[in-house]
């Protein structure tokens, strides 16, 4: 695999990972739109480790945090708030695992279709369009409850299928229970921890079960670029969404929805 490949597929996940754009639609773009061959077990584990590290370094005072709270040192105010973010983070993570696990490993379903990805691009970009405009409110991640918490976990499931993209799913959800748009990013953010790694767990459980991974200088590479560019990205958003909002990525939304159904529609496949 040439270094370009190598460089196009980091970059592609590492910007798209925790924007509301959805990483599957662009990744699925890139053989679409090339004569490239499918990059491999090996790479997109390295993408999602990659990006997994970004979102560690970037938020690693509330990890530490988390962590304290848990082990019960602090004082009781950082405990009670820290105890409280790790429950939320750890709730809305678990219905997403369970239907993840369910839907791979039980029933061994292959959701990857141009049709899907189009129609899930679309769908969920004009759900979050109508979220931030009608729904946001003032709330932050200190004034959420179990229930926002589950509420944004069960969303989470949507992300699932191909081309709703995790991340704005969860902060569709959060803007919908009232939090503003910086509490909603920063907790789907958050939330992605678990999900990165049960992922890429199961990625490479399967690949070594299978024979299919082989971590090399290709990997490693892939790996860099994409926690390089993903922290870049991260720390963009939560300096800008506030003033931005979320309506350019719903614009982005429609247009690469629309684009990908006039490609299902005329029959191209590259």
């Known amino acids: 695999m040439s270094y370009f490949?190598?460089?196009?597929?980091?970059?592609?996940?590492?910007?798209?990972?925790?924007?509301?754009?959805?990483?599957?639609?662009?990744?699925?773009?890139?053989?679409?739109?090339?004569?490239?061959?499918?990059?491999?077990?090996?790479?997109?584990?390295?993408?999602h480790v990659g990006t997994l590290f970004a979102v560690l370094l970037y938020f690693r005072q509330d990890f530490i945090n988390m962590i304290l709270a848990l082990m019960g040192r602090g004082s009781a105010s950082e405990i009670i708030e820290g105890r409280q973010l790790a429950f939320h983070v750890i709730v809305g993570s678990i219905p997403a695992l369970v239907a993840g696990g369910l839907l791979f490993f039980i029933l061994k379903l292959d959701l990857r279709s141009l049709l899907l990805i189009a129609m899930t691009t679309l769908f969920f970009?004009?759900?979050?369009?109508?979220?931030?405009?009608?729904?946001?409110?003032?709330?932050?991640?200190?004034?959420?409850?179990s229930w926002d918490a589950l509420f944004i976990g069960i969303f989470q499931i949507f992300s699932l299928f191909p081309g709703t993209s995790r991340s704005g799913v969860t902060m569709?959800?959060?803007?919908?229970?009232?939090?503003?748009?910086?509490?909603?990013?920063?907790?789907?953010?958050?939330?992605?921890?678990?999900?990165?790694?049960?992922?890429?767990?199961?990625?490479?459980?399967?690949?070594?079960?299978?024979?299919?991974v082989q971590f090399g200088h290709d990997a490693l590479i892939t790996a860099g670029v994409s926690f390089a560019v993903a922290y870049v990205v991260i720390r963009s958003l939560m300096a800008w969404i506030?003033?931005?909002?979320?309506?350019?990525?719903?614009?982005?939304?429609?247009?690469?929805?629309?684009?990908?159904?006039?490609?299902?529609?005329t029959g191209w496949s590259g």
Not at 19 to 28: A, D, Y
Not at 125 to 145: C, E, F, P, Q, T
Not at 177 to 190: H, P
Not at 249 to 264: A, E, H, K, P, S
């Open 172 to 212: 569709t959800a959060a803007l919908i229970r009232g939090l503003d748009r910086q509490a909603s990013t920063r907790f789907s953010m958050l939330l992605s921890v678990p999900i990165i790694m049960a992922a890429g767990t199961a990625a490479s459980l399967k690949g070594i079960l299978e024979e299919d």
């Open 242 to 265: 506030d003033k931005i909002g979320f309506m350019p990525f719903v614009i982005y939304r429609l247009c690469l929805g629309g684009f990908l159904l006039g490609l299902y529609l």
């Open 5 to 47: 490949h190598i460089l196009v597929l980091a970059l592609v996940q590492g910007i798209t990972e925790f924007l509301p754009i959805s990483s599957s639609g662009h990744l699925l773009l890139v053989p679409l739109l090339t004569t490239w061959q499918d990059q491999g077990l090996s790479l997109d584990i390295a993408t």
């Open 125 to 145: 970009g004009v759900a979050l369009g109508i979220a931030d405009y009608y729904l946001k409110g003032s709330r932050k991640i200190r004034d959420m409850n």
